[in-house]
Each structure stands twice: as C-alpha cells, then as structure tokens.
C-alpha cells in the first residue's frame, strides 16, 4: 500500500526569481527516483504539497503541465517558514513533493468550448499550466476560443514574462494582459483593473467558460462582470484556497460544509460554491 | 455465534491468558479518571468503572504520532528525504470499551478508510486490533447514545460483548474476531438460564432511562445553509472560551496537525491532535483567517459533526452520545441542547 503523506524525494534543478520585488520565485524539481514521476500524473488546476525536512509542508498549486515531461514546476510566494525556506534553496537541494491532490478544471467539460481564463497577481500558476495545456498540438484542436485576462498590480509583477510574450505572438489565444497602472512609457498592453478589463475583452458567453483565480478582491469585483456577459454560475469555474496540512481529504482542516476543499476542491464552479457556506 | 460465562472469580485468569496472545487494553485507574491503558497485570482492569475521561480514540488515532522520520546530518546521502517509521503492529485487544465509543470508530472509519485514500496507520490499527465491548447496566446523565442511533449494548462496533450480570460476565461473540477470541478461552462455561434472564433485565432497564434528546432525522432534512445562517449560533457561542476540551475529548473528532520537530540533526514529520476551537487551525500563510471569529469555529464544531458529516455521508450524525462534551465543558455547553435548537421548528415572533 502506497502511504499518501509519504513525500517523494525530488532535486531542485533551478530556481528563477519572477518578480521585481522578488516575493516569487518558480522552483524546477526532478525526481530522484524515475519511477515516482511515473506514479505522479497530475491534470493541470491540481496542486501538490512540497515538504522541506525539519520545516514541513505548504500546499502549492502545480505550475508546470503535463504536457511539459520531465520535470515539476511551482512558484512559490514568500509567506511563511516553509515557502521562505525554499526561497533560499540553493539547486542540487533535496526536497519532498506529495501528490497530486486535488481536483482538476473540468476538461472533459471544456473540450469544444471558449475558454476566458481570468487571473490575478500570483494565483496564475495552475492557469498558466492549463494555458500551457490547451496550447499543445495534441490538444489546442480540442478547444474553442482561448481568451486569456492576466493582471498584476505594475509590469514588474507579472509571472511568466517570456512566456506572456510568447503567447502574445500567437494567432490561436487571445492574451489580454493588463496592470494596475504604471509610468513605464513602453508598455504596450493594457491598463485598468481585472474586471473592467474583462467587460471589455471577453467573449461572448455563449458556449463559453470562464475559469477564474486571484485574490478575493478580483475575484468579487469580477463575478458581476462575468454573470453581466451571461456565464451562468455553472460555467464559471474558480479555485478556492484554505490552510491544508494532509491535503487527502482527512486531518479535516479545510473543512467547508461537506466539502473537503483539498480532496472535493479546489476546483468549484460558482454554482457549487452557492450551496456552501460562504467561509473562505 | 457462541457465548460464554466466566466468574468473577476466574475473570483474571482469562485476562492473564489473553495477555499472554495479544497486547491487552482496558479502562485503568489513573490519577482521579479512568483512563485505557495498556495492562501490565491482569488485575489492573477496572470494569467497575462508568466510562474514561478520555476517550478511547487515542488507541487508533494517537494524541501524537510520529509518521516520518529523517536526517538532516550533513554529508548523509539520505538527508532530507523523509521515510516511514517503524510500527508495533503486533495483535491487540482491548477490553471492557462502552458501546459507543466502538461505535465511534465505525462513525470515523468513512474519514481515515475511503475507497480512494487509506489513512495506513489507522486502517492497520483497526485491522489488527479486536474489540470487546462492556455493555452499561448504568448510563451516566449526560449520556444520549440512544438518541444518535446506538445504545447502551449496541454490538454495531464490537467484536464481542461483555455483560456484568453480579456474580459474572457474559461474554457473546459478535464478528468472526470475537469467536475466535472466544474460541480460545478455556475458562468459561456454559451461560445459565438465570444470567441470561439478567442481562435482558438489565438491557431493558437502561435502555428505559433514556429519552430521546433529538431526531438525527430532523437536522437531515434541514436546509445547511438556513442551519448556517441562524441566529441562534450568537446565544451558543455567548459563553464558549474555545478551550478545545469537547474536540479533545470527542470520540469522533479526528482533526489533526502534522510538524516537523527536529533535535540535532535528526528529525520527525509528527501528527497531532488539534481542535477547530482553535483561530489558528485556519489561519493562512497571507494571515487570512476563514474563522476569525468565535462563532465561526463554535458553528463549525456543531454543523461538522450534526449536518455537514451527515449530509457528506447520509449515515447519521457524528456522535455517539458518550456525553463527554457534556460533562466537561467548563461553561456548560451541551450539545443537546444545541441540536435542540437546530432542529427547531417554531417561529418567533418578529
């Protein structure tokens, strides 16, 4: 029997600074063993737990996709002991992953849909995976329409800058991304909040899904926006986060009416999220 | 399945027999409580006792537990690569466990052994551990295990039965475990008619000094969020000093922590009990706290184990009426009372 808190042993390969006040930084892990990367398929929107011996666990959504073979990508913000820790994690360092936890967009409910993918400062790890999903040669046919609204509070917090303008590039996904403001008389995207910016650039609803992650600010300025467009709350899908320590559904800790957000999450349409009580 | 009588007289000889198979637990006498210990002689067992202060969870589910262990000595190739920990798995039995504290553990086993996820430590515990139950001739008053579905012989959580009926015990075989156990006991005899007859005596004349509390029914068809939102959460929470003592006496409250302790350049990845009483079990990393508030996480204790734990799972609530939170909250908070008031029809007027 496998033991689900067992962390497999994985090396850190590199570790990239992504922003300019250097809070995040996106961490490449292998594993040591091949046969552990066998044993963790994961669909982009789930997440892991990362173990650092002696410090603990944070449960941290999986940035890389698995379309991207060999290697796990995750981009951690500095916020405790553990994520500070890894901050200062030098390449060769052993670490642990536990997964993949959690549950997954809804791709098989996708598959033939526009996709608007809206999101906000450093929730954009599991939707840059799931760009990076659809985006592959085996799977971008399976797709609508792929609208991306991506904001950051100033230029220099924005995640994935290269591969931002990569996609900006391409003729097969619609990248709106946008900053709070800025004085930067090169920037040439746009400029504006989350939620304006996607009363502008979304599209039509109509055969249409939005998924959405960012701070709750974002979150419920912009849900008006969507249902104003005509995206019934089933087909508006978010991710919620709470403190997790076993992320297997049982130290019961995120605990929300009878969901478990780790095991029965984090993926929840709004219409879900109707029916429990409102405590995240 | 088969039952037999042992005297009062020979009942030691049997636990000193059974200790010789298996590691024997039972109610000892600890400090001013009786507590489930492992027996180190057989006389210790006190059966005379109502139930322990401390519920009997810690035996599958300890306070603290270490999971992991690792090195963090420099140069050591294995270090900071957590691995399992060693486990005395060996048989167990424990004797003379209320009916509801076995019951208890079924209520627990739908969250620690799932189709999908084993939790390894516990599902091994259960699988190696026998339980032989003591059916209470005596309920306490802040018992109500008949109002939540089980009873003061209930066999739903047992392997085998013990009845105190004066002179001896009955001892009835419940599952497969429990006939072998029974099998193996050379010093009983035949029951005879008269105990018999005792035990349902006494069965009978426990079971008539209950009365129903509430209707577990009648908080299933309640709306979740209406039983969320209802005001009267701001009167049970008034004098609640979140002091944990209900969640760390509960029978069915498994919540845990897990942490890393480290001494020298060795360490330990430990779960440990822990309580949503507490702000800290849900406060983020960024310092956001879902329940900040006292209310919050009072309400969470009684909607967790009252609705949300029967809604998830439709097999009743998640009490076995032990009536521990009852009798040891510092400020008298029952939780009949609440359950009372979440089933509440009436409407007051505005």
């Known amino acids: 029997m496998n033991n689900p808190y067992l962390p497999y042993p994985v090396r850190i390969e590199s570790i990239v600074t992504e922003t300019e006040d250097r809070n995040l930084r996106t961490i490449k892990l292998l594993f040591l063993n091949p046969e552990d990367e066998e044993k963790f398929k994961y669909i982009p929107g789930q997440f892991a737990e990362l173990s650092v011996a002696g410090l603990g666990e944070i449960p941290i959504g999986i940035a890389s996709s698995p379309t991207e073979k060999g290697f796990l990508k995750f981009t951690v913000n500095k916020v405790g002991k553990v994520s500070s820790h890894i901050h200062n994690m030098q390449p060769g360092d052993i670490m642990g992953v536990r997964g ?17 993918i809206i999101g906000g400062g450093f929730a954009f790890t599991t939707l840059r995976s799931s760009i990076v999903y659809m985006l592959d040669p085996r799977n971008r046919s399976r797709f609508g329409e792929i609208s991306v609204v991506y904001g950051a509070r100033f230029p220099g917090l924005l995640l994935f800058k290269e591969e931002l303008a990569a996609w900006e590039q391409r003729d097969d996904i619609k990248m709106h991304i946008t900053v709070d403001s800025t004085d930067d008389p090169n920037w040439k995207y746009n400029v504006g909040f989350v939620p304006a910016v996607t009363k502008q650039k979304a599209p039509d609803s109509e055969n249409s899904y939005a998924i959405i992650c960012g701070p709750p600010i974002m979150i419920k300025f912009t849900l008006p926006v969507l249902t104003e467009l005509g995206f019934p709350p089933e087909r508006i899908i978010s991710s919620l986060e709470m403190r997790m320590k076993c992320g297997i559904g049982i130290c019961g800790r995120c605990n929300l009416g ?23 | 399945m088969r039952e037999v009588y042992i005297t009062k007289e020979k ?5 000193g027999k059974l200790m010789n198979q298996h590691r024997v637990f039972g109610p000892v006498f600890q400090g001013q409580y009786h507590e489930f210990a492992e027996l180190k002689a057989s006389d210790e067992i006190d059966l005379t006792y109502q139930n322990t202060r401390l519920s009997p969870k810690g035996l599958f589910h300890p306070h603290s537990e270490r999971m992991f262990q690792f090195s963090l000595a420099k140069g050591d190739p294995e270090a900071g690569i957590v691995k399992e920990a060693p486990k005395d798995y060996s048989s167990r039995l424990i004797l003379g466990m209320r009916p509801c504290d076995a019951m208890a553990f079924r209520l627990d086993d739908v969250n620690f052994d799932t189709t999908t996820i084993k939790d390894p430590w516990w599902t091994r515990r259960r699988a ?7 059916g209470c001739n005596q309920p306490c008053r802040s018992c109500f295990c008949t109002s939540v579905g089980t009873g003061p012989f209930d066999p739903s959580g047992l392997d085998a039965l013990l009845t105190d009926v004066g002179d001896g015990f009955i001892l009835q075989a419940i599952t497969e475990k429990g006939q072998e156990l029974l099998d193996g006991i050379s010093d009983g005899g035949p029951v005879p008619a008269a105990a018999t007859e005792k035990a349902t005596q006494l069965r009978k ?20 969020l209406e039983l969320f939102n209802a005001s009267f959460w ?13 969640t760390f006496l509960c029978p069915t409250c498994w919540c845990f922590d897990i942490q890393d302790e480290v001494c020298e350049d060795q360490g330990d990845r430990i779960r440990i009990w822990d309580s949503c009483m507490f702000p800290l079990f849900t406060v983020h990393g960024s310092g956001h706290n879902p329940r900040s508030q006292k209310l919050q996480r009072v309400r969470q204790r009684f909607m967790h184990k009252l609705k949300y734990y029967q809604d998830k799972y439709h097999d009743g609530v998640a009490c076995v ?28 007027p505005a």
Not at chain 2, 11 to 15: I, K, L, T, W, Y
Not at chain 2, 206 to 213: G, I
């Open chain 2, 128 to 134: 190696t551990t026998a339980i032989v139950g003591l």
């Open chain 1, 258 to 280: 009878t969901e478990y957000v780790c095991k029965d999450g984090p993926v929840f349409t709004l219409e879900q999220l109707s029916r429990l009580p409102n405590e995240y």
């Open chain 1, 100 to 116: 993949p936890l959690g549950n997954w967009y809804p791709w098989d409910l996708l598959e033939g849909k526009n996709i608007v």
């Open chain 2, 321 to 348: 009426g032990c009536g521990r939170c009852v009798k040891y909250c510092p400020v008298n908070i029952d939780i009949r009372e609440v359950a009372r008031l979440m089933t509440a029809t009436c409407v007051c």
């Open chain 2, 234 to 246: 701001d009167e049970v929470q008034f004098s609640c000093i979140n002091c944990g003592t209900c």
């Open chain 2, 205 to 224: 004349s426990a079971e008539a000094q209950f009365v129903t509390q509430f209707d577990p029914k009648a908080l299933a068809e309640k709306d979740m």
């Open chain 2, 11 to 15: 009942f030691p000889d049997v636990v």
